[in-house]
């Protein structure tokens, strides 16, 4: 069974550049859910979507934004990239959003803004 | 508000040592679930162990083993001898149900190197 895949894996933009991530689930996956890690702050929730729908949002500012498309898969976008914004960005997908199951992460996107 | 404290920030430990890493919890729900994962140089979250609040018994994995404690809102996790390939840095994670289950909040981590 594949797992969580990212693209791409590397990523290097400039100031004020937009950027949009990917992420597709394990199969029968309909959660899915992104995570920011910075050495700074560690790892903190962006957002967390379920069949298409947002069922949660971290405390990040509006230029963070995403969606999921009927297939699972997900998407990231996050525009006016400040340098803050460099961080390695984890999607972890599970099959239902209750904690019981179990969150399998993918290997992340390394985001470096100059 | 959930809050998760690994206070370790690094530990070495020579091969086939013992070690505990820590991690104190804080949350006002009486229904949460404790996590910890393992993040090796790939990148990847490796999940470890997942225990609800209501379940108290210290597990055992192999050579992992869990002591779950409410009354000191502790969740340590020790490795029995200690291996190079356990070089990792670890994290514990807190997710309450009150709402339907809220994300994970993660501890800061315990970055873990093995020396052989």
């Known amino acids: 069974k594949a797992g969580v895949t990212q693209t791409p894996r590397y990523l290097i933009k400039t100031r004020g550049q937009q950027v949009t991530l990917s992420c597709s689930p394990i199969?029968?996956?309909?959660?899915v859910s992104w995570y920011q890690q910075t050495p700074g702050q560690g790892l903190q929730f962006l957002f967390e979507?379920?069949?298409?729908?947002?069922?949660n949002k971290g405390n990040f500012p509006g230029r963070f934004s995403g969606r999921q498309f009927s297939n699972s898969r997900s998407e990231m976008n996050v525009s006016t990239l400040e340098l803050g914004d460099s961080a390695l960005y984890l999607c972890?997908?599970?099959?239902?959003?209750?904690?019981?199951?179990?969150?399998?992460f993918g290997p992340g996107t390394r985001l470096t803004v100059t | 508000a959930q809050k998760v404290t690994q206070a370790q920030t690094e530990i070495s430990v020579v091969e086939k040592e013992d070690v505990t890493l820590d991690c104190v919890y804080e949350?006002?729900?009486?229904?949460?679930?404790l996590f910890w994962y393992k993040q090796p140089p790939s990148g990847e979250l490796v999940f470890l162990i997942r225990?609800?609040?209501?379940?108290?018994q210290n597990e055992i994995s192999g050579r992992y083993s869990w002591n779950f404690q409410k009354s000191t809102s502790s969740f340590n996790f020790t490795i029995t001898a200690s291996q190079v390939v356990d070089s990792a840095v670890y994290f514990c994670?807190?997710?309450?149900?009150?709402?339907?289950?809220?994300?994970?909040?993660f501890g800061k981590g315990t970055r873990l190197s093995v020396i052989a």
């Open positions: 979507y379920f069949s298409e729908t947002q069922r």
């Open positions: 994670a807190l997710s309450e149900q009150e709402g339907g289950n809220t994300p994970l909040v």
């Open positions: 972890a997908s599970s099959l239902g959003s209750n904690r019981l199951y179990e969150q399998y």
């Open positions: 225990r609800n609040s209501f379940d108290e």
């Open positions: 199969s029968g996956h309909r959660s």
């Open positions: 949350t006002r729900d009486t229904t949460y679930y």
